[in-house]
């Protein structure tokens, strides 16, 4: 059992670049979510996905793009990487059928660095 | 803005010390939850309340959740090297949609020896 599982774990980009940030989970979890983690910010939820085909912004998602085509996937798309991009980002999963039980796994993080 | 506020921001403490760290918000919250991260480490789920006033204890930590279901606290008694890292509150909303919480800013506890 993997439980959620991102890829690459260190990137650094050329400004307007782009690339995708990998997540995968094999708990069978209906929610999985993307943050950004800077220091003094706490954990920023970027965008959320309640299934497969259904995703909704979060706080802060300008400058990304989200889809669900699986419940086992959820990519993170940076369109045109900028300074301001260079952050810790956070995949993380948990069942959502009801407040009793929400946990959230998180995956190892993703350190980027937008030169 | 901030929907759930997260104080202090920063603590240091001696080993031995207690801790304490507070979530507030003015919004009546389904559960909360609390986190750990370690330096350079992901954020580790520790426990969750659901129910008004409840109280759970682990070991040397204890968190509550207050009575109107709009605050909590986690204490830790008699702090050790292996507790630094940052505590993180989490928070589902009512009425909010199921799976997304609101996470606090956390925070970062330091125990020197």
């Known amino acids: 059992n993997a439980g959620v599982t991102q890829t690459p774990k260190f990137q650094v980009l050329k400004t307007g670049q782009s690339m995708t940030l990998q997540c995968a989970q094999d708990m069978n979890h209906e929610y999985m979510s993307w943050y950004r983690q800077d220091p003094g910010m706490g954990l920023r939820l970027i965008h959320y996905?309640?299934?497969?085909?259904?995703?909704d912004q979060g706080e802060v998602p300008n400058g990304y793009n989200v889809s669900r085509s699986t419940t086992e996937d959820f990519p993170l798309r940076l369109l045109s990487a900028a300074p301001s991009q260079t952050s810790v980002y956070f995949c993380?999963?948990?069942?959502?059928?009801?407040?009793?039980?929400?946990?959230?796994?998180f995956g190892q993080g993703t350190r980027l660095t937008v030169v | 803005g901030q929907q759930v506020m997260q104080i202090p921001q920063y603590q240091h403490v001696q080993e031995g010390e207690d801790f304490t760290t507070y979530c507030n918000s003015s919004?009546?919250?389904?559960?909360i939850q609390w986190y750990k991260q370690r330096p350079g480490g992901h954020p580790v789920f520790l426990i969750q309340?659901?129910?008004?006033?409840e109280v759970k204890k682990q070991k040397r930590l204890t968190f509550q959740f207050g009575e109107a279901k709009k605050n909590s606290s986690l204490h830790i008694t008699a702090t050790q090297t292996t507790d630094v890292g940052t505590y993180f509150c989490?928070?589902?909303?009512?009425?909010?949609?199921?799976?997304?919480?609101?996470f606090g800013r956390g925070t970062q506890l330091t125990v020197w020896p």
């Open positions: 996905s309640v299934g497969a085909g259904i995703t």
């Open positions: 989490a928070a589902a909303l009512r009425g909010s949609t199921l799976g997304r919480l609101y």
């Open positions: 309340l659901v129910k008004s006033g």
């Open positions: 993380a999963s948990s069942y959502s059928y009801s407040h009793w039980n929400t946990e959230a796994f």
């Open positions: 919004t009546t919250l389904s559960n």
